[in-house]
């Protein structure tokens, strides 16, 4: 076997040096933690289902001009994507009231929100990803005002897309997480979507019942977290056999 050399390793995925300069190999682990990893599991298939997954909303988002660092999957685990300097942020677009912003608000889960909020975390483990403001932001760097705006501009696209998308297969999009990277074109560079969309990174409820079809299965000892991630595959017509 041809040995590659790793860029990356996260919780999740590992990226490896991709076949041309520019590129990289993102591979999706089964691993699952949560709670800043104090919890762990290794979910069989999960990265089957979530290369999948997120192969099929990259596609869908370059197709109505959001563009990300997709460019083709190359086997089950793995997919074929654009290097780019990560911008140390998580920014999660809020719909529906639930998680972290229940807890810190008071609000109660399943509430909906007066409107959609968008929220930065600064990427930390050692701090936990704490909640920043455009202020920190700019204050430190990790990104430049004309940049937040982009990246805000981005997510509420792609929150309207996805709303859209999920609800036309009977899912409730509640919330979600997504990362940007920087691509750089001489002296310029753009803010191009990165990382995975994937039942990991979303809160997706069945409309009728308002079931849990995502990573909160497995944060809450709920169950049948593969089952949910695969129902949400078979919803959106992907994976038509599944592992
Ligand atoms: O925990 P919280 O309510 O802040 O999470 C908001 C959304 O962001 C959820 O969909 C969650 O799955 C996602 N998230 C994530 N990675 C993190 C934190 C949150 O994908 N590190």
């Known amino acids: 076997t041809t040995r590659r050399k790793k860029i990356y390793e996260g919780k999740a995925k590992i990226l490896y040096e991709g076949p041309e300069p520019g590129t990289l190999i993102q591979y999706f682990k089964d691993d699952a933690t949560a709670f800043n990893a104090q919890k762990k599991a290794v979910l069989e298939g999960k990265g089957v289902i979530n290369n999948r997954i997120s192969e099929y909303i990259m596609t869908r988002l370059n197709s109505i001009g959001v563009q990300n660092h997709f460019i ?3 086997n089950l685990r793995e997919q074929l994507i654009k290097e780019v300097e990560i911008v140390p942020l998580e920014v999660v677009v809020r719909n529906i009231a639930a998680g ?4 810190r608000l008071g609000l109660t889960e399943g ?6 909020i968008i929220e930065f975390y600064y990427k930390d483990d050692k701090l936990g990803d704490p909640m920043v403001s455009e202020e920190h932001i700019t204050a430190f760097n990790w990104a430049a005002t004309q940049e937040i705006d982009d990246m805000m501009a981005m ?3 792609v929150n309207d897309y996805l709303s859209g998308l999920f609800s036309g297969v009977g899912i409730t999009l509640v919330d979600f997480k997504i990362e940007f990277g920087r691509v750089y074109e001489g002296d310029f560079s753009r803010i191009i979507l990165a990382d995975e969309i994937s039942p990991d990174s979303c809160r997706l409820w069945d409309a009728a019942t308002n079931e849990k079809l995502d990573k909160d299965r497995f944060r809450r000892d709920l169950g049948n977290v593969i089952e949910s991630y695969t129902e949400v595959a078979r919803r959106l017509g992907i994976m038509k056999e599944m592992p």
């Not at 972290?100 to 807890?103: C, Y």
């Not at 509430?111 to 959609?116: C, I, N």
């Open 72 to 74: 083709r999957r190359l």
């Open 100 to 103: 972290s912003i229940a807890t």
């Open 111 to 116: 509430q909906p929100l007066p409107r959609s």
């Open 155 to 157: 997510a509420l696209r």
